[in-house]
């Protein structure tokens, strides 16, 4: 029997002592455990981020349990739908940030201003006023899709960003409009930018996940990576068709190919594509490797 997995996202920034975090820990294991709802999620002394999966109601019930945990209703979830598991397990990790820009020192408020609903953001991009649209994200994610027009870093990992900004020169006087998946790496990546003098800057509010449910066919070009077995979704947040995670690096990868030895389907990405071969996996590559040895020799 097919089970249709719901998918939540969410973040919080919301000061936790630091004695209470093992609590919070221990508490979250054995409730997903309890329900069966799979996932990740981090908590910090700056808050809770996290993705999870489980049955409709389990997920309702996951929402109002993180409510009680962190003593408010103010989340903001982005659901989504899954027909494969997204987790294979459950895991609550304790990290000195929810979102790994170095800097747990700055300390995001997300009630501000700054944040553009979908709708506001839509209407933004649509007008022709010279701005700067800046994807915050990771090369491997920009790869599987980007809105139309964005400035791409071009970088590996969340903590260059700093360094992204003091090397780009970009210029200050236009207002900036910069986005990531949900908007947690933005409500950090734009407090960086406003202390290196860029005075108006927005951000989207629920991120690409967020303007996707209500713009499934907007500004926004191909598909989101997220941070889970389905790879990516379509602008309909429906699990990816295209992409796969690739064999060599373990990251985003389209081009299919039919494993020689086993006969899987894998995706191998563009970088290793040329060196990478007809195996699906390390092993399959070796053994292939080692018969091609075996029948030059003979
Ligand atoms: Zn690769
Ligand atoms: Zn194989």
Known sequence: MSQVWTVTSFYRFVNVEASRLPTL???????MTAHDVLGLVLFAPEGANGTVAGSSDGVASFKEFLFELLGTTEIRFKDSESDRPPF????VDLREEIVGLKRPDIHPDS???FHLSPAEWHAALSDESPKLLIDTRNRYETRAGMFKGAIDPDINIFSEWGTYLDQADLPKDLPVYMYCTGGIRCEKALIEMKS????EVYQLRDGILGYLEEYPDGLYEGECYVFDQRVAVDSHLRPTQIYGTCPGCGLTAKEQRVCERCGKTFTVCEDCSPAW??????DCR????QRAKKSTLS
């Open 25 to 31: 820990q221990s508490t979250m294991k054995e409730w």
């Open 88 to 91: 294979r397990r459950i895991s």
């Open 111 to 113: 009630t501000e201003n």
């Open 196 to 199: 290196r003098g860029f005075d």
């Open 277 to 282: 071969g007809p195996g699906c996996s390390k």
């Open 286 to 289: 070796y053994v292939l490797k």
